[in-house]
C-alpha cells in the first residue's frame, strides 16, 4: 500500500544541546527507518522529513509519490496544507502586532461583528466545541457563553468555555475567527499580518499564506494533492477534494518540509519573536486546579521526561495530517506532514499528549532523552 507523510525533524540549538542527532549517523538512520515503516503502516502515499541542528539543515528526505500513478516523487520540497500547524503562525502574529502596539490581547474578540449569530449556532448545534457534550473519554466541558465577554487572549489560550480564562478545550472553530477580528480592526487582510510579522520578517520562502498568496507561489506548485483510505481501491487509497485552502488563524499555510524547517530555525533564532515574546507564547495558563494548561499561546505545552514540549498537530480528515513539535531547552524540533490524514492519532482536545503520536515518540526517544 503506498503512504505519504512529511516529516521534518529540525533539531534547533538555542542553548546546551545534549543530544545532538547531526553527529549521530546511527541515530539518524534509525529514523529515517522507522519513517519509512510508518508510512508503510499508516497508508500514507508519500512521505518527507528533514533534520536541523545547530542552526542548519542537516538531513532531507523524501519517500514514495505526490500522485497515485507514481509519476511525481516526494521530494523535501513536496508543500502540503499544513491545517492547525497555522495557529503556530498565527500566535505569533498576535503576539508581535500588540508588541507593536496594533492590538491588545485584552480587547474583547466578543465584540466581532457577526460573533452574537456564531456563538448562538454553536452553542445550540451539538457541536463539541461549543460544549455541554462529551467527549470520547467522558469529560463534559461547560458550555459556551454568549452573553460573556471573551477577550483576544482566551481565544489565544482556547479558554473560551464556561466563565471565559477558566477552562481549556482546544477549540479551532472559535480560534479560527481571530483572522476576522484582526481584520476588523486593522482593515487589513490577515494574510498581510503573517506576511508581515513572520513570513517577510524572517525571509521564509516557498511557504503561502493560503492559496492566493501570490508571494508563495513555489509552495502552491509543489502541492501535494490529498489522498484517503479505500479499501475497495487495489492500492487501499483514493483521491480526496482539498479541503479549504484559504488563510484564516486557524489553517491556511501550505508550506514544505525544508520550508518549515526553516521556520523553526527563525523561531529559535529569534528572527520572528524576541526571546521574551518567544517564551510567553511557550508559557501555559494555570488551570483552577494549580496546575498548567496544555495550551499556551497557538501551542500546546506539556513535560516530558522532565522537559518542556511545545507542539501542534495539523488534521484534515480524509486529507492531510502533520504534526510540529519543539523541545526548547535542548533545541529540537520535529515537523511531520502527510498527504492523508494517517499521522493523526487522535490526540485528546483537553489533555496534551504528543508522546502518544508514535512518530513523536521515536524522535523524543532517539534525540531527546538524556
Not at 498568496?213 to 480526496?240: Q, T
Not at 494555570?286 to 506539556?302: M, S, V
Request: charged share 20%; proline share 6%; glycine share 10%.
Amino acid at each position: 500500500m503506498l503512504r505519504r507523510v512529511v516529516v521534518i525533524a529540525s533539531l534547533v540549538l538555542t542553548g546546551p544541546l545534549h543530544a545532538q542527532p547531526a553527529g549521530d549517523g546511527a541515530k539518524l538512520a534509525e529514523f529515517k527507518a522507522f519513517a519509512q515503516a510508518y508510512r508503510a503502516e499508516r497508508g500514507i502515499l508519500s512521505l518527507s522529513y528533514a533534520i536541523a541542528s545547530d542552526g542548519r539543515i542537516v538531513a532531507a528526505e523524501g519517500f514514495g509519490w505526490q500522485d497515485h500513478d507514481a509519476e511525481e516523487p516526494t521530494t523535501p520540497d513536496t508543500s502540503y496544507l499544513v491545517a492547525s500547524i497555522t495557529k503556530t503562525f498565527s500566535a505569533a502574529t498576535l503576539l508581535a502586532m500588540e508588541a507593536d502596539g496594533l492590538l491588545d490581547l485584552d480587547d474583547a474578540f466578543s465584540e466581532l461583528s457577526d460573533w452574537q449569530d456564531r456563538c448562538r449556532w454553536l452553542a445550540t448545534s451539538g457541536n463539541i466545541f461549543g460544549g455541554g457534550v462529551a467527549l470520547d473519554d467522558g469529560y463534559v466541558p461547560p458550555r459556551i457563553d454568549c452573553g460573556a465577554r471573551i477577550s483576544v487572549r482566551d481565544v489565544l489560550q482556547m479558554r473560551v468555555l464556561g466563565t471565559p480564562g477558566s477552562n481549556f478545550l482546544y477549540n479551532p472553530i472559535v480560534f479560527g475567527r481571530l483572522s476576522n477580528w484582526v481584520e476588523e480592526r486593522t482593515g487589513q487582510p490577515f494574510d498581510h499580518w503573517v506576511r508581515r510579522y513572520v513570513l517577510d520578517k524572517a525571509e521564509l520562502e516557498d511557504i503561502a499564506a493560503g492559496w492566493r498568496d501570490a508571494h508563495g507561489a513555489m509552495a502552491l506548485v509543489h502541492l501535494a494533492p490529498p489522498f484517503r483510505l479505500a479499501k475497495d481501491e487495489a492500492d487501499g487509497l483514493a483521491p480526496s477534494p482539498l479541503p479549504n485552502p484559504e488563510m484564516n488563524a486557524s489553517s491556511g499555510i501550505i508550506a514544505s518540509a525544508r520550508s518549515l524547517a526553516e521556520y523553526s530555525l527563525a523561531l529559535d533564532q529569534e528572527r520572528i519573536l524576541p526571546r521574551a515574546l518567544l517564551g510567553q507564547m511557550w508559557t501555559p495558563p494555570t488551570d483552577p486546579d494549580g496546575r498548567p494548561a496544555g495550551y499556551a499561546y497557538g501551542w500546546w505545552t506539556q513535560q516530558w521526561r522532565g522537559q518542556q514540549l511545545v507542539w501542534h498537530g495539523g488534521w484534515w480528515p480524509d486529507a492531510y495530517a502533520g504534526l510540529l513539535l519543539k523541545v526548547p531547552g535542548k533545541g529540537l524540533t520535529l515537523v511531520a506532514l502527510g498527504n492523508t490524514d494517517g499521522l493523526h492519532w487522535g490526540n485528546r482536545l483537553q489533555v496534551a499528549e504528543v508522546e502518544k503520536s508514535p512518530l513523536a515518540l521515536k524522535f523524543l526517544e532517539l534525540f531527546a532523552a538524556d
